[in-house]
Protein backbone atom coordinates (compact mmCIF):
# COMPACT_ATOMS: atom_id res chain seq x y z
CA UNK A 1 0.00 0.00 0.00
CA UNK A 2 1.26 3.17 -1.06
CA UNK A 3 0.48 6.21 1.44
CA UNK A 4 0.68 9.49 1.24
CA UNK A 5 1.03 12.07 4.12
CA UNK A 6 0.68 15.94 4.50
CA UNK A 7 -0.40 18.32 6.86
CA UNK A 8 -0.76 22.28 7.76
CA UNK A 9 1.91 22.09 10.36
CA UNK A 10 4.44 22.17 8.12
CA UNK A 11 7.10 19.54 6.87
CA UNK A 12 9.21 18.91 10.03
CA UNK A 13 5.85 19.37 12.49
CA UNK A 14 6.21 16.87 15.28
CA UNK A 15 3.06 15.21 14.51
CA UNK A 16 3.36 14.36 10.61
CA UNK A 17 6.81 12.99 11.81
CA UNK A 18 5.08 10.60 14.51
CA UNK A 19 2.34 9.34 11.79
CA UNK A 20 4.67 8.81 9.00
CA UNK A 21 6.80 6.46 11.12
CA UNK A 22 3.44 4.98 13.11
CA UNK A 23 2.16 3.94 9.36
CA UNK A 24 5.62 2.44 7.79
CA UNK A 25 5.01 -1.27 8.88
CA UNK A 26 1.74 -0.70 6.36
CA UNK A 27 3.56 -0.34 3.03
CA UNK A 28 5.72 2.80 1.25
CA UNK A 29 4.77 6.13 3.29
CA UNK A 30 5.53 9.22 1.36
CA UNK A 31 5.20 12.90 3.16
CA UNK A 32 5.00 15.94 1.03
CA UNK A 33 4.32 18.78 3.54
CA UNK A 34 4.19 22.43 3.22
CA UNK A 35 7.75 23.53 4.04
CA UNK A 36 6.27 26.02 6.87
CA UNK A 37 3.19 25.88 8.50
CA UNK A 38 0.07 26.73 6.68
CA UNK A 39 -2.81 26.60 8.92
CA UNK A 40 -6.54 27.76 8.44
CA UNK A 41 -5.64 27.33 4.54
CA UNK A 42 -8.56 25.18 3.61
CA UNK A 43 -8.59 23.53 0.68
CA UNK A 44 -6.70 26.44 -0.53
CA UNK A 45 -4.49 26.03 -4.34
CA UNK A 46 -1.71 28.20 -5.20
CA UNK A 47 -2.64 29.70 -9.16
CA UNK A 48 -0.04 32.85 -9.03
CA UNK A 49 3.15 31.38 -8.46
CA UNK A 50 4.39 28.17 -9.84
CA UNK A 51 4.91 25.54 -6.73
CA UNK A 52 8.43 24.38 -6.09
CA UNK A 53 8.84 20.75 -4.59
CA UNK A 54 12.30 19.67 -2.37
CA UNK A 55 13.12 16.24 -1.84
CA UNK A 56 14.33 16.69 2.20
CA UNK A 57 15.04 12.72 2.21
CA UNK A 58 14.13 9.55 1.20
CA UNK A 59 10.30 10.09 0.68
CA UNK A 60 9.90 13.46 1.84
CA UNK A 61 9.51 16.37 -0.25
CA UNK A 62 8.46 20.21 1.04
CA UNK A 63 6.43 22.14 -1.03
CA UNK A 64 6.11 26.05 -1.03
CA UNK A 65 2.53 25.81 -1.13
CA UNK A 66 -0.63 24.87 0.72
CA UNK A 67 -1.35 21.42 2.53
CA UNK A 68 -4.13 21.14 -0.80
CA UNK A 69 -1.31 21.98 -2.99
CA UNK A 70 0.85 19.13 -1.71
CA UNK A 71 -1.76 16.28 -2.11
CA UNK A 72 -2.48 18.31 -5.70
CA UNK A 73 0.68 17.82 -6.69
CA UNK A 74 1.31 14.25 -5.37
CA UNK A 75 -2.02 12.98 -7.35
CA UNK A 76 -1.10 14.63 -10.86
CA UNK A 77 2.39 14.05 -12.06
CA UNK A 78 5.04 14.55 -9.13
CA UNK A 79 5.30 10.36 -8.97
CA UNK A 80 5.38 8.28 -11.32
CA UNK A 81 3.09 5.51 -9.06
CA UNK A 82 -0.12 6.09 -7.41
CA UNK A 83 -1.70 6.37 -3.90
CA UNK A 84 -3.99 3.89 -2.27
CA UNK A 85 -4.52 6.00 0.83
CA UNK A 86 -4.46 10.10 1.90
CA UNK A 87 -3.54 10.90 5.73
CA UNK A 88 -4.13 14.68 6.72
CA UNK A 89 -2.10 15.30 10.04
CA UNK A 90 -1.48 14.61 12.94
CA UNK A 91 -2.64 18.33 13.37
CA UNK A 92 -1.26 20.11 16.82
CA UNK A 93 -5.06 20.87 18.09
CA UNK A 94 -8.54 20.10 17.24
CA UNK A 95 -10.55 20.30 14.00
CA UNK A 96 -13.81 20.24 15.43
CA UNK A 97 -17.30 21.63 14.36
CA UNK A 98 -17.33 24.57 12.08
CA UNK A 99 -13.19 24.87 12.28
CA UNK A 100 -13.19 22.21 9.59
CA UNK A 101 -14.04 24.89 7.07
CA UNK A 102 -11.11 26.96 7.57
CA UNK A 103 -8.81 23.66 8.26
CA UNK A 104 -5.99 22.99 6.30
CA UNK A 105 -5.55 19.11 7.76
CA UNK A 106 -9.15 18.90 6.32
CA UNK A 107 -8.13 20.71 3.33
CA UNK A 108 -5.85 18.28 2.35
CA UNK A 109 -7.78 15.22 2.96
CA UNK A 110 -10.90 16.84 0.46
CA UNK A 111 -8.30 17.04 -1.89
CA UNK A 112 -6.85 13.39 -1.92
CA UNK A 113 -10.77 12.60 -1.87
CA UNK A 114 -11.23 14.66 -5.04
CA UNK A 115 -8.74 12.13 -6.42
CA UNK A 116 -11.20 9.43 -5.44
CA UNK A 117 -8.54 7.98 -2.91
CA UNK A 118 -9.39 7.27 0.53
CA UNK A 119 -8.68 10.03 2.85
CA UNK A 120 -8.88 10.92 6.27
CA UNK A 121 -7.79 14.05 8.29
CA UNK A 122 -6.49 13.50 12.01
CA UNK A 123 -5.64 15.63 14.52
CA UNK A 124 -4.38 15.45 18.40
CA UNK A 125 -7.20 17.61 20.77
CA UNK A 126 -5.99 19.07 23.92
CA UNK A 127 -5.20 22.34 25.95
CA UNK A 128 -1.08 21.56 25.49
CA UNK A 129 -0.79 20.43 22.08
CA UNK A 130 0.35 23.95 20.49
CA UNK A 131 3.63 23.44 22.62
CA UNK A 132 4.61 19.86 21.75
CA UNK A 133 7.77 19.66 20.25
CA UNK A 134 8.83 16.04 19.97
CA UNK A 135 7.37 13.33 17.97
CA UNK A 136 6.66 11.17 21.01
CA UNK A 137 4.28 13.65 21.84
CA UNK A 138 1.92 12.37 19.56
CA UNK A 139 2.69 8.51 19.80
CA UNK A 140 -0.62 7.28 21.64
CA UNK A 141 -2.43 9.29 18.32
CA UNK A 142 -0.12 7.86 16.12
CA UNK A 143 -0.84 4.15 17.08
CA UNK A 144 -4.51 4.60 17.27
CA UNK A 145 -4.42 5.51 13.45
CA UNK A 146 -1.91 2.98 12.62
CA UNK A 147 -4.57 0.50 14.14
CA UNK A 148 -7.43 2.21 12.38
CA UNK A 149 -6.19 1.57 9.31
CA UNK A 150 -5.11 -2.07 9.40
CA UNK A 151 -8.31 -2.90 10.56
CA UNK A 152 -9.81 -1.86 6.98
CA UNK A 153 -11.34 1.52 6.79
CA UNK A 154 -14.88 1.68 6.19
CA UNK A 155 -16.77 2.20 2.95
CA UNK A 156 -17.37 6.15 2.34
CA UNK A 157 -19.30 7.21 -0.31
CA UNK A 158 -17.78 9.34 -3.18
CA UNK A 159 -16.14 12.77 -2.09
CA UNK A 160 -16.74 11.43 1.68
CA UNK A 161 -13.92 11.69 4.14
CA UNK A 162 -13.55 11.03 7.89
CA UNK A 163 -12.10 13.79 10.01
CA UNK A 164 -10.88 12.32 13.01
CA UNK A 165 -10.03 13.92 16.48
CA UNK A 166 -8.30 11.94 19.00
CA UNK A 167 -7.85 13.20 22.95
CA UNK A 168 -4.27 14.08 24.32
CA UNK A 169 -5.25 11.40 26.89
CA UNK A 170 -2.66 8.37 28.19
CA UNK A 171 -5.79 5.63 27.97
CA UNK A 172 -8.37 6.48 25.32
CA UNK A 173 -11.71 5.50 26.27
CA UNK A 174 -12.64 3.79 22.56
CA UNK A 175 -14.10 5.90 19.52
CA UNK A 176 -17.76 7.42 18.40
CA UNK A 177 -19.04 7.89 15.54
CA UNK A 178 -19.97 11.52 16.12
CA UNK A 179 -21.73 14.69 14.06
CA UNK A 180 -20.10 17.73 13.34
CA UNK A 181 -20.80 19.95 16.49
CA UNK A 182 -21.66 23.99 16.74
CA UNK A 183 -19.14 26.57 18.13
CA UNK A 184 -20.42 29.88 19.35
CA UNK A 185 -19.20 33.27 17.73
CA UNK A 186 -15.12 33.70 17.38
CA UNK A 187 -13.25 35.91 19.81
CA UNK A 188 -13.25 39.50 18.37
CA UNK A 189 -10.15 40.56 16.90
CA UNK A 190 -7.76 42.47 18.68
CA UNK A 191 -5.65 45.98 17.74
CA UNK A 192 -2.50 46.76 17.94
CA UNK A 193 0.01 48.81 16.98
CA UNK A 194 3.41 48.09 15.39
CA UNK A 195 7.04 49.23 16.69
CA UNK A 196 6.16 51.41 13.08
CA UNK A 197 3.42 53.06 14.38
CA UNK A 198 0.92 51.45 12.29
CA UNK A 199 -2.21 49.40 13.61
CA UNK A 200 -2.28 46.15 13.38
CA UNK A 201 -4.54 43.52 13.47
CA UNK A 202 -4.91 39.60 15.18
CA UNK A 203 -7.89 37.71 13.99
CA UNK A 204 -9.55 36.51 17.19
CA UNK A 205 -8.97 32.75 18.32
CA UNK A 206 -12.48 30.41 17.07
CA UNK A 207 -15.70 30.51 19.52
CA UNK A 208 -16.32 27.44 22.38
CA UNK A 209 -18.82 25.08 22.05
CA UNK A 210 -21.94 25.51 22.01
CA UNK A 211 -22.40 23.71 25.27
CA UNK A 212 -26.23 22.25 24.52
CA UNK A 213 -25.25 19.31 21.82
CA UNK A 214 -28.49 17.69 20.63
CA UNK A 215 -27.62 14.35 19.81
CA UNK A 216 -28.25 13.15 16.37
CA UNK A 217 -30.00 10.03 14.62
CA UNK A 218 -29.65 6.82 16.52
CA UNK A 219 -28.51 9.03 19.61
CA UNK A 220 -25.37 9.84 17.68
CA UNK A 221 -23.09 12.76 19.92
CA UNK A 222 -21.55 15.57 18.64
CA UNK A 223 -17.71 15.69 18.13
CA UNK A 224 -16.81 18.09 20.99
CA UNK A 225 -19.12 15.19 23.05
CA UNK A 226 -16.59 12.90 22.74
CA UNK A 227 -13.45 14.50 23.07
CA UNK A 228 -14.50 16.20 26.16
CA UNK A 229 -15.01 12.73 27.80
CA UNK A 230 -11.95 10.81 26.60
CA UNK A 231 -13.27 9.04 23.51
CA UNK A 232 -11.78 9.80 19.76
CA UNK A 233 -14.04 11.62 17.52
CA UNK A 234 -15.05 9.83 13.63
CA UNK A 235 -17.43 12.27 11.77
CA UNK A 236 -17.59 11.43 8.23
CA UNK A 237 -17.95 14.73 6.12
CA UNK A 238 -18.56 15.52 2.46
CA UNK A 239 -17.61 18.20 -0.32
CA UNK A 240 -21.50 18.19 -1.34
CA UNK A 241 -22.83 21.25 1.23
CA UNK A 242 -26.22 21.36 -0.78
CA UNK A 243 -28.83 21.38 1.79
CA UNK A 244 -31.59 18.93 -0.04
CA UNK A 245 -34.24 19.34 3.03
CA UNK A 246 -34.90 23.19 1.66
CA UNK A 247 -34.40 22.52 -1.73
CA UNK A 248 -38.21 22.01 -2.40
CA UNK A 249 -39.44 24.82 -0.64
CA UNK A 250 -36.94 27.03 -1.80
CA UNK A 251 -37.82 25.78 -5.38
CA UNK A 252 -41.45 26.85 -4.61
CA UNK A 253 -40.50 30.19 -3.26
CA UNK A 254 -38.68 31.70 -6.07
CA UNK A 255 -41.29 30.25 -8.72
CA UNK A 256 -44.39 30.75 -7.39
Given at each position: MNILISNDDGVFAPGIQALAQALKPLGRVVVVAPESERSGFSSALTLDRPLRPIQISDDV?????????????????????????????????????????????????????????????VSLAGANVRSYNEPKDYAVAAQWIHDFIAKGLPELPLRHILNINIPDIAELKGAKVTYQGQKSQSKPITSHVDPRGRQVFWIGLSGESVTEQKKGLNGI???????????????????????????????????K
Open positions: WAVNGTPADCVYLSMNGLFDFEFDLVVSGINSGANLGDDVLYSGTVGAAFEGRLMKQPAIAESDFFAIENGYVSVTPIQMDATNYSVLSELDFALN
